[in-house]
C-alpha cells in the first residue's frame, strides 16, 4: 500500500510539473508574439484570404495588408481588383467595385471579419480578450487556439501560428455565422513608411455609400 501511495504522489507531482511547464512554455510564447507586435508604429504584409461556410460560396482573395497605431488598417485587394477595406481608427469602409457600394460603419460595431485583425493595432493582450487557449505542434510552429472572452465579438474562436520568431504566420477566425476565413501573412515589415493619405477613404466617383454609423 505504502509503495502504491507514493507511485500516486509521483504520477501526481509529475503531472503538476508538466502543466507548470506547460503555463509557463504558453506564457512565454504569448509574451513573445506580444512583444513582437506591440512594438511597431507600422506594418505591412501580403495577404492570402480564404472564405468558406455561412451559407456561401468558397473563395480565395489576396492583396496588400497596412497597419497603423492606433486602430487604421487599409486591405489593398489585387485579387479581386479594386476591393477595398479601410479603418481610419473610428469608422470602417468597405468597398465592392462588383457593386459600385461604399458600406460605412463604426469600427467598434462592425460585423466585418476583417476587424478581428485589428488586435495589432493596438495593445496586443491575449490575456485581455482572450479565456481560453489549447496549443498544438506543427513542426517547429505552434497553433494556438484561442476563444473571446467577449460574447459580442463577430467570431467565435481565433487560432494563431506562431513560428520560432514570434510571427504570426496565418490566422484562423470561426465567426458567429459559422463562418471561417483563414488569412496567411505574409512578406512581414516593421516601421515601413505608410503615407497618413493611406488611411482617409474617399469614395470612387459615383459610388453609393450605405451610412451605418448613425444609426441607433
Known sequence: MCSVRHVTLAAA???????????TDLSQLLAGVENRYNKPR???????QTYSGGGRMTRSERGELYLQKPGKMR????????????TDGKFAYYYSPSTNQVDKAKLKETDDMRA??????????FRRDFKEFRTYQ????????????????????VAFVVNPQYQIEMLRVNGQDQSILVYRLSDEKMNPALDASMFTFE????????????QP
Open 116 to 125: 478581428p485583425l485589428a488586435f495589432l493595432m493596438g495593445r496586443l493582450d
Open 203 to 214: 469614395a470612387p466617383p459615383g459610388a453609393r455609400i450605405v451610412d451605418a454609423s448613425d
Open 138 to 157: 506543427e513542426g517547429k510552429n505552434t497553433y494556438i487556439v484561442a476563444t473571446p472572452k467577449s460574447e459580442k465579438a463577430p467570431y467565435t474562436q
Open 42 to 48: 507600422t506594418m505591412s504584409f501580403t495577404f492570402e
Open 13 to 23: 507531482a509529475i503531472l503538476t510539473g508538466i502543466q507548470a511547464f506547460a503555463a
Open 75 to 86: 486591405w489593398k485587394y489585387t485579387d479581386p481588383a479594386g476591393k477595398l477595406f479601410v
